[in-house]
């Protein structure tokens, strides 16, 4: 039976390549974590009901931009239709962090003169003997792109995994 929903947020899920994108997508809506799952190549979509507020049911249509491709050269019709942005980087891959900036700049011309909330996120937080972006430098980050916040989240822990969706959907709803 198709569920009925209030209200329905495109969520488009972007930074660079092996950031963990696919994973987390896959841990949020499957609950699951395989290492050794390939990413699927080209865009994976996923659809998931939250549960937001009493008698307020959110349909989340999901976006991966999974792979190698650079976000020019893959089809951008999603965006369009996207009020939300998670943008990951690997907290112990500095170079994932340091494309931060020009993945935030590309989706943001492209989408004007609509607006984008973004979230930051620096995932693999298990990975905390590694790290190499403190969490000051990314909430500083984060505070300076108008972003609606920083969150450290671990899809192999399954850390922040449901809060990361939960923070960017209660700043799209709050926006309505
Ligand atoms: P994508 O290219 O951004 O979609 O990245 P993938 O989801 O394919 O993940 C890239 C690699 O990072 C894979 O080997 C995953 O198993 C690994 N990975 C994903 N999430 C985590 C995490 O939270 N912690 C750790 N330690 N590894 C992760």
Known sequence: ???????RFGIVILGDSAVGKSSLLHRYTEGTFD?????????????????????VLIK???????????????SKSYMRNSVGCLLVFDISQRKTFDQVRSWHKEVVEYV????????????????EAQRTVSKKE?????????MTGYLEVSSKDNTNVDLAFE????????QF
């Open 1 to 7: 039976m198709e569920i009925s929903w209030n209200f």
């Open 112 to 127: 004007k003169p609509a607006t984008m909330v973004f979230s930051l996120i620096g995932h693999k937080a298990d990975l």
């Open 60 to 74: 989340l249509l999901l976006w991966d931009t999974a792979g190698q491709e650079r976000f020019r050269s893959i």
């Open 35 to 55: 290492e050794s799952r390939k990413s699927p190549l080209g865009i994976d979509f996923k659809v998931k009901h939250l549960d937001f507020d009493p008698g």
């Open 138 to 146: 990314a909430e500083e980050m984060a505070k300076e792109l108008d």
């Open 167 to 174: 923070m960017l959907t209660k700043e799209i709803y709050s």
